[in-house]
Each structure stands twice: as structure tokens, then as C-alpha cells.
């Protein structure tokens, strides 16, 4: 059986050594959370999500998108953005409620890990432009800059905190959940924007300067309470117009 095991096609260097680049990192932040360096895996995660962000526009800036790539992109976003943050919340906080806390962390793990298959059966149909559901990433950064800006106003560790183990679960829910949420894949950077898109681009440059744990933590939060609030408000229109269809006179 000659060449079974032997792949018909090379792989394509430059974005899959991005896309294992992220999967170090994230593995990398799986040791210093170990460590008790939290700090330090936080960003590792952080530094994770832009190799992952750059594998993609790589690879379609240059064509060579492959079945391989897409599933090498789906085991480094589970290590990076699955086990690690996992990893990182369980030793800075949940570690104290034992099973509850454990759980916890496996739940998110878990569901993301049903968020990114989920995610490759729908490639190029359901997902074209906004996401259903939480993507992974995402929720795995406001994990990491959580811990980053908790750690720059505090010197004691979150243990046992209820806030934190409602948010894993939170976010564990948001992420296989049908709730639309948005991405970068949606804007159209060659189109023309307002003058005034560019002035907030400027302020959110200058917040990020002046205190970078506040500023990262607080893009986090928005994204995640503008997806909840948008949702919640495109459920109340659906349930509206169930309650009241449009009347058409017959003749």
C-alpha cells in the first residue's frame, strides 16, 4: 500500500506557522498559569488571538486556505483559547470551590470545543458574516483581560468569587448558544467610513495608552454586554411581530 500514509498535497508554511505559533502561546499560557505567573498567561493568550487573527488573513491574502489549515485552526484555537483560558481561571479563582470550580472550567473547555465544530460544519453557509454564538476567541479574551486588569488594581487573588465562576459559566453558555454576534470579518476596510469612525479609532488608541488593563477589559465587556443587549432586543422584535403579523386585506 504505497503512500497510504502519505499526504497527496505539501502544506502551505506561512499560515499554518502562524496557526501553531497561537498554539504555542496558548500553550505557553497553560505552563505560567500553572506557574502562578497569571499575569503573564493572560497576555500569552492575548498575543494567541493575533496569530490567530493573521493565519486566516494570510491565508486568504494568498489562497492558500486548505482543509488542513482549517483544522489545524480549530486544535490551536482549542488549546489556546479552550484548555488555556480554562487552565488560567481554574488556578487564579475556581480552584476553591473544588468540584464546582472544576467543573466549571470543563464546561467551558467543552463548550468550546462544540463551538469550533459547530463552527466548521457551518463554513460558508450560516456563518458568512456574523457569528452564532460566542465565537471562542472572544470569550477566552475577556477571560485574559480580566485577569490582567483584576491584577493591576488588586495584590490578592479573586478565590472563591461567585462572580467569576457565573461569568465561566456565562460565557461556557454564550458560546454554543444561537445569539449572533459579531467580527472583524464584517467590516469592509476598502470602503469609505465617516470622519467620525476614525476621531473614536483615535480615542480608543489614546484609552489604550493611558491605562492598557482598564482599556483592554473594557472593549471586552462591551463586546460582551452589546451582543447580550442586541440579542435580547432582535428577540423582542421577532416575539413582537409573532404577537402582531401584519394584517393584509384580502379581497
Not at 9 to 37: E, R
Not at 55 to 70: E, I, K, P, Y
Not at 199 to 222: K, Q
Not at 235 to 243: N, P
Request: net charge positive; hydrophobic share 55%.
Amino acid at each position: 500500500m504505497k503512500g497510504c500514509f502519505q499526504m497527496k498535497k505539501g502544506v502551505y508554511l506561512l499560515p499554518n506557522g502562524l496557526t501553531l505559533s497561537g498554539m504555542f502561546f496558548g500553550f505557553y499560557a497553560v505552563l505560567s498559569a500553572l506557574n502562578g505567573d497569571y499575569v503573564r498567561a493572560a497576555w500569552a493568550i492575548l498575543i494567541a488571538t493575533v496569530f490567530d487573527g493573521l493565519d486566516g488573513w494570510v491565508a486568504r491574502l494568498t489562497n492558500s486556505t486548505t482543509r488542513f489549515g482549517v483544522e489545524l485552526d480549530s486544535l490551536s484555537d482549542l488549546v489556546a483559547f479552550g484548555v488555556a483560558p480554562a487552565i488560567l481561571l481554574y488556578t487564579w479563582s475556581l480552584n476553591p470551590f473544588g468540584r464546582v470550580g472544576a467543573a466549571a472550567a470543563f464546561l467551558f473547555v467543552a463548550c468550546g470545543a462544540l463551538r469550533l465544530a459547530r463552527y466548521n460544519i457551518q463554513m460558508g453557509s450560516a456563518e458568512k458574516r456574523s457569528f452564532t454564538g460566542m465565537p471562542v476567541p472572544a470569550a477566552a479574551v475577556i477571560i485574559a483581560t480580566l485577569v490582567i486588569f483584576y491584577e493591576s488594581i488588586s495584590t490578592d487573588r479573586p478565590e472563591k468569587s461567585i462572580l467569576i465562576l457565573l461569568l465561566t459559566v456565562v460565557l461556557a453558555i454564550l458560546m454554543i448558544s444561537t445569539m449572533r454576534f459579531h467580527g472583524a470579518k464584517e467590516i469592509n476596510f476598502k470602503k469609505r467610513k465617516p470622519f467620525w469612525v476614525l476621531v473614536i479609532f483615535v480615542l480608543l488608541i489614546v484609552a489604550t495608552v493611558v491605562h492598557p488593563p482598564g482599556a483592554l477589559f473594557s472593549f471586552a465587556m462591551v463586546y460582551l454586554f452589546w451582543g447580550i443587549i442586541e440579542n435580547a432586543y432582535l428577540l423582542y422584535r421577532k416575539r413582537k411581530r409573532v404577537k402582531n403579523p401584519d394584517k393584509r386585506a384580502t379581497t
